[in-house]
């Protein structure tokens, strides 16, 4: 079973804010959202995470709702090197090792120029 | 401090070879995986381990081998190459605790003629 929902593709323009949505309606309330994404066919790349507080680092934001069903993540002023596939994950944190770590197929992100 | 580090990057196999996949890690993590992506299809976990001497299966198993001898390496194993197999790898480790990323490397291109 799927724990993310993701839409395969979106668009976005240069230098506006780019929204990814993810559902995980079946979170549990240990498990936290991370979000990685993979340029062209490099290794995945780790970019947030969050429990249920909103989260912003240099590279974007998290934003979680309040009953964590879903979560968007922004990248504020997308460019082009944002152009890549984006994955949302949920996972219990410092539990690695008592699940199979699943990533789906992510969201294809293109920065329009 | 490499991090994680795969070898080779690019690999050609006639069905029926047997090949051994290297991953290493410098950071040491306690949790290593390896993930197999297929043209547009996302990761799916093959096999992880958890610490020396432990390792689970995860979605794709099959046809696959894996043995964790210290905590910095984590090698895989085909031992008789099909055309199916022909992926990119990804091996990648985190360590625990809540706000524990999981790294990856670069990735390994296997082509089974």
């Known amino acids: 079973d799927a724990k993310t929902t993701q839409p395969p593709s979106m668009d976005c323009a240069e230098g506006r804010a780019a929204n990814l949505p993810c559902n995980h309606s079946?979170?549990?309330?240990?498990?936290?959202v991370y979000w990685y994404r993979q340029i062209h066919s490099q290794g995945p790349q780790y970019i947030i995470h969050g429990l249920k507080n909103n989260e912003t680092n240099e590279m974007a934001s998290l934003i979680i709702t309040e009953d964590r069903k879903s979560s968007t993540l922004i990248l504020p002023h997308a460019t082009l090197r944002d152009t890549a596939v984006y994955y949302c994950i949920v996972r219990v944190a410092g539990n690695f090792g008592n699940e199979k770590l699943t990533f789906g197929t992510g969201t294809r992100l293109t920065i329009i120029p | 401090n490499a991090g994680v580090t795969q070898t080779p990057k690019f690999q050609v196999l006639k069905t029926g070879q047997s090949m051994t996949l290297q991953c290493a890690q410098d950071?040491?993590?306690?949790?290593m995986s390896w993930y197999r992506q297929d043209p547009g299809m996302g990761l799916r976990l093959i096999h992880y381990?958890?610490?020396?001497?432990?390792?689970d299966q995860g979605e794709v198993p099959n046809g696959y081998n894996v043995s964790r001898s210290t905590t910095e390496d984590f090698p895989l194993r085909l031992l008789s190459a099909a055309p199916s197999q022909t992926s990119v790898y990804f091996c990648?480790?985190?360590?625990?605790?809540?706000?524990?990323?999981?790294?990856f490397g670069s990735g390994t291109q296997l082509s089974v003629l």
């Open positions: 079946t979170i549990s309330g240990n498990e936290y």
């Open positions: 381990s958890v610490g020396a001497g432990i390792t």
């Open positions: 990648a480790s985190s360590g625990h605790g809540k706000n524990e990323k999981l790294f």
């Open positions: 950071m040491n993590h306690e949790y």
